[in-house]
């Protein structure tokens, strides 16, 4: 691998970063400096021994098969698919048809190309979180060194596809340490950041994009159901501890992505935002006990045609709720790699109007996003699934329309016993255990039949972990099979 860097008029800049990271062994450092419009080679000796020396002169010297060509542009530089720079502040890429068989390498002479913003976000800089979720700093030169750490993967057959983050930044926590004075280490599960100085993720921030406030009435309507309805108990509460700590190493990237794409915040408003949110409606009047099926099933159907409205040509003509659902289907079972080299590392989606090239980009950052153990899938993706299913049920059945609003309902049932148990809940005794059975009665689970569901997966989950007769708490709550003590009639 060769190190060549493009003779712009961010050049000089380009050479300063790489003198930077090499810090006092500089010297052996040569730039290029030739005519204008040409890559020029970085020459290298090494006299000193560290990871970030070790690492520049394998990338200089050691390995000569694949190039890599850096261009260092300025902040207001837009990528070929559109995305400004400042919305990731460097990028790598390699053609897909370059990749070889085992998809951690390249075939030999396929150059790498890596992309940086040399002006620091216009002077604002860069940030990124540490693990106390504190924003830190993230100089050019440490931009640069991330970047090169995909190419030096790439060129040693080792680029980790499931996960291409946290390998770059693990070596690029390696740089912050060895700089004088040391630089405080970044998060490597968490892959947010932005310009200037970053804040704490908030919650339901996606959303807050999409309609444009934080205190826009759907959003304040989500609000309510998350925090009244869902909420108000220990399982709840737990449930969204652990949700957001997930949905916090996706969003903010989704968010950025937004921000800096009108097309894109309209797909992922069309596809995601506003069906969740319908369907957070939809579940707050289903578990209302004096809510009949009828008038369920008749809003569920005025729901759908709502979204069914907002589609292109209806929904009807290229069949897009069925390729939505069909995706979301595959996205819930278990996020793959895409082949797509820009989808691949989580950049905006080259064509952010396609709602299909959307899905794969949420595709891509739940496959590269370590630590997730479902809380996402079932808070987000299946509800989604479950609700485009319901659209295209819709649009299938034609005079027959009660079939979808009766199938959702029951899907939906099923869906909201289903929920995942954090390994953290735990009883303490047998009637707090027995006062959170019947509040969940109350405001969750509806039916005896979602009693006994979520009965049976909480006797599996706990039961070997409390000192008292859970299976008799929950009988006699109405969670195996037996009449409800107190609480709504089913």
Request: hydrophobic letters at 40%; one cysteine or more.
């Amino acid at each position: 691998m060769t190190l060549f860097v493009f003779n712009n008029a961010s050049q000089p800049m380009v050479g300063a970063d790489l003198f930077m990271i090499l810090g006092s062994d500089s010297g052996g450092l040569g730039t290029p400096a030739t005519a204008p419009g040409a890559f020029d080679q970085v020459t290298y000796n090494q006299a000193q021994n560290s990871f970030a020396k070790d690492r520049m002169n394998a990338i200089i010297n050691q390995f000569v098969t694949n190039p890599i060509r850096v261009t260092g542009v300025t902040s207001t530089f837009v990528l070929p698919d559109g995305t400004p720079i400042t919305s990731a502040g460097g990028v790598t890429s390699v053609p897909t048809t370059g990749v070889n068989a085992a998809g951690t390498g390249l075939n030999a002479g396929v150059a790498i190309t890596v992309i940086y913003d040399v002006g620091a976000c216009s002077g604002a800089g860069y940030c990124a979180f540490d693990t106390s979720n504190n924003s830190i700093p993230i100089p050019t030169q440490t931009i640069l060194f991330h970047e090169l750490a995909h190419g030096f993967h790439w060129e040693n057959n080792d680029f980790n596809t499931a996960a291409p983050e946290p390998q770059a930044e693990n070596d690029e926590n390696q740089l912050r340490n060895e700089t004088v004075p040391p630089l405080p280490l970044r998060d490597p599960n968490n892959h947010s950041g932005g310009c200037g100085t970053c804040t704490a993720p908030k919650k339901c921030f996606v959303a807050t994009v999409a309609f444009g406030s934080a205190l826009a009435p759907k959003i304040q309507a989500l609000r309510k159901v998350r925090d009244d309805l869902l909420r108000t108990t220990t399982l709840g509460d737990q449930f969204f501890a652990a949700f957001y700590a997930e949905y916090n190493r996706i969003s903010p990237r989704i968010a950025v992505d937004m921000i800096a794409s009108t097309a894109l915040r309209h797909t992922i408003s069309t596809v995601l935002v506003k069906p969740l949110l319908e369907h957070l409606e939809l579940l707050q009047l289903r578990v209302r006990q004096d809510v009949d099926g009828f008038t369920v099933a008749r809003e569920v159907e005025a729901s759908l045609r709502r979204t069914i409205a907002d589609l292109p040509g209806g929904g009807a003509v290229d069949g897009t709720p069925s390729l939505i659902a069909a995706a979301l289907e595959q996205l819930e079972a278990e996020p793959s790699i895409d082949g797509d080299g820009n989808v691949l590392r989580g950049h905006a989606p080259v064509h952010p109007a396609d709602l299909i090239s959307v899905l794969k980009y949420l595709n891509a950052l739940l496959a590269h996003s370590s630590g997730l153990r479902g809380y996402l899938r079932w808070g987000l993706i299946s509800p989604l699934r479950l609700y485009w299913s319901a659209v295209d049920d819709l649009l299938a059945q034609g005079s027959k329309q009660a079939n979808a609003a009766t199938t959702y309902m029951r899907a939906l049932d099923e869906w909201l016993a289903d929920v995942p148990i954090p390994p953290t809940l735990f009883y303490e005794r047998e009637d707090v255990a027995a006062a959170e059975l019947v509040l969940l009665s109350r405001i969750a689970f509806r039916s005896p039949a979602m009693r006994r569901r979520f009965g049976r997966r909480l006797l599996e989950a706990l039961g070997d972990g409390v000192d008292y007769d859970l299976r008799r708490v929950l009988a006699t709550t109405g969670y195996l099979g037996e009449a409800l003590k107190e609480g709504p009639d089913a």
